[in-house]
T-cell receptor, first 110, second 120 residues
Framework: DAKTTQPNSMESNEEEPVHLPCNHS???????IHWYRQLPSQGPEYVIH???SNVNNRMASLAIAEDRKSSTLILHRATLRDAAVYYC???????????FGTGTSLTVIP | GAVVSQHPSRVICKSGTSVKIECRSL??????MFWYRQFPKKSLMLMAT?????????EQGVEKDKFLINHASLTLSTLTVTSAHPEDSSFYIC????????????????FGPGTRLTVT
């Protein structure tokens, strides 16, 4: 299973941008990069995904390195509701299974 | 948007009994569902992949005779924890994949709210 590495925890001030890094040096050419987040005692929630190009949606932006060995999830203005564990996941284009890493616990400071 | 429900949300059972957890996709058909377990302050661990009308595929180390999975319809998958023991206490989460294929959004997984199992 392709592995991802994320910092265990990060802090951000409210209304400031947050950059959550993810290393995936063993990524293969057909692996998609997915980001999900999980609030306490809830199931994960989709945030964004990408393959090679940077992606934007209403929740966040995803910046993918040119060699695809790392990516960064960008929350443009952190709110208290963004406090969660953020998971960076690699999905193969065959079985569609998700193998979760340890994730980054984001704390947003008012 | 795609909604996945789980029932029950929490259950307490005695050691040695069996517990069934239901996972339903409410507004879409899910050809594939996944079951995960999550221990406190740990990440989600994939247990099995469930395809409608066929046997589930279990991850290495997951006992298929202990964790029975049935995916009898395109909107329902069930996980039965048989002869539960305290070490089976965990947060069980299902997800459903809408449609088939690997391109577009077909592969996106929609997660249920989870079921907290406590075995006494």
């Amino acid at each position: 299973d392709a592995k991802t590495t994320q910092p265990n925890s990060m802090e951000s001030n409210e209304e400031e941008p947050v950059h959550l890094p993810c290393n995936h040096s063993t990524i293969s050419g057909t692996d998609y990069i997915h980001w999900y987040r999980q609030l306490p005692s809830q199931g994960p929630e989709y945030v964004i995904h990408g393959l090679t190009s940077n992606v934007n949606n209403r929740m966040a932006s995803l910046a993918i390195a040119e060699d695809r060995k790392s990516s960064t999830l960008i929350l443009h203005r952190a709110t208290l509701r963004d406090a969660a564990v953020y998971y960076c996941i690699l999905r193969t284009n065959t079985g569609n299974q998700f193998y979760f890493g340890t994730g980054t616990s984001l704390t947003v400071i008012p | 948007g795609a909604v996945v429900s789980q029932h029950p949300s929490r259950v307490i059972c005695k050691s040695g009994t069996s517990v069934k957890i239901e996972c339903r996709s409410l507004d879409f058909q899910a050809t594939t569902m996944f079951w995960y377990r999550q221990f406190p302050k740990k990440s989600l661990m994939l247990m099995a992949t469930s395809n409608e009308g066929s046997k589930a595929t279990y991850e290495q180390g997951v006992e298929k005779d202990k964790f029975l999975i049935n995916h009898a319809s395109l909107t329902l998958s069930t996980l039965t924890v048989t002869s539960a023991h305290p070490e089976d206490s965990s947060f069980y989460i299902c997800s459903a994949q809408r449609g088939t294929g690997t391109s577009g959004r077909a592969y996106e997984q929609y997660f249920g709210p989870g079921t907290r199992l406590t075995v006494t």
